[in-house]
């Protein structure tokens, strides 16, 4: 077999489940521009660019992800607005080799209606389905910087309009002031009729009790996010037991602030500190564009950054399927296909990475027999 496959080219090929992607966060420079054409908002492009992470320059205030999610949804207003976009996320997506999203989107911050909205994307979703083989699904998730009770009514419009695309609710937005105890009874409602259950928790160097808050008070199945769960080692060990998968997101704002040394970041990032205690965790991009970030260099950071090898990143592959909300005769299907097709890809590679030892983490499949 002739080994002619980069590192980058490998990445983009091997399939893999993206579980963490706000809708809005992957809308492209050019379609933000267009929208706000289409809608005489004053837009500059130099403006539009301090959304996007790749135009940053030194001294430049950069607005992040956040303003752009609240730029763009009173930007989006017609069905057709979220019909281009949901085409051109799963796009993107399937070309970096992404065979499984579950999207964020907000509803309590658009004024269309909320079967409309999700008949409209789902319609897209059934045609990349079929042209490109990715298949898609929402989980709706409550702004936090809203009030407790407008949670409540978007859980009531999920509920009112059940879909087999509609997997569960999230929450997400600026923690600081909004803990998710605040959101107990909307989650509860949803709880109680059979959604699914994750949440942003520690966050932005929050305290770890919000993790332990989702996971015990709220009954979230998944955390996004949730770094500060390190700095529990009680916690974390129980995190582990119990399997409990955490989406990451290499790309998240808050540690390259933190961190601007490059060494620093790539030493200290809890990311490591999570994959060396073995918990199951799946790497993730959170606002793709904005973030400057897609499915290949989510997973490259990893190996180049924070000392990841291929067993680990096959590994990684596997909770991402493991934590799939699909029943599990297709997740048994992707283990048996996506792993076949690793592996073989994986013999074409034109050389293994080399990773320096000294900072190399095994995350082999050791971690979670
Ligand atoms: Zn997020």
Known sequence: MSRSLT?????????????????????????????????????????AKTYYRAYAHENEVMKGGIAALNFLYPLLRSIEDYQRVAFEVLEDAKNTGIRYVEFFWNPSDTSLPYNEVTEALVSIFKQAE???????????????????????????MAINYPHPRVLGIGIDYREDNAPIEHFW??????QQHGLRLTGHCAEFGLHWRNVETGLDLIGLERIDHGYTVTENPTLMARCVKEGIPFTVVPSNTFFL?????????????PIRVMAKAGMKIIPATDDWHMHDTNGVKCYQILIE?????????????????????????????????????????????????????????????????
Not at 130 to 145: F, H, K, M, Q
Not at 258 to 266: A, M, V
Not at 309 to 319: E, M, P, T
Request: hydrophobic share 40%; net charge neutral; with cysteine.
């Open 185 to 190: 009874k909307a989650y509860r409602l949803a």
């Open 305 to 369: 950054d924070f000392g990841f090898d291929l067993d680990g990143i096959r590994q990684l592959i596997i909770n991402g399927i493991d934590a799939a909300w699909q029943p599990e005769p297709v997740k048994q299907k992707w283990r048996y296909e996506w792993l076949n097709r690793f592996d073989l890809l994986r013999q074409k590679l034109i050389s293994e990475p080399t990773i320096d030892p000294s900072h190399r983490i095994a995350y082999g499949p050791q971690i979670h027999r």
């Open 7 to 47: 590192l980058t080219e490998f990445l983009c090929q091997i399939p893999k489940a993206e579980l963490h992607y706000h809708l809005l966060g992957g809308v492209r420079l050019n379609t933000m521009l267009d929208l706000a054409k289409k809608y005489n908002v004053a837009l500059t492009e130099k403006e």
């Open 257 to 269: 602030k933190k961190w601007p040394d490059h060494h620093e970041w790539r030493t200290k990032h």
């Open 130 to 156: 079929t042209a490109w083989d990715i298949s898609a699904y929402l989980i709706p998730s409550i702004n936090r910087e809203k009030s407790p009770e407008e949670a409540i009514t978007m859980v009531e």
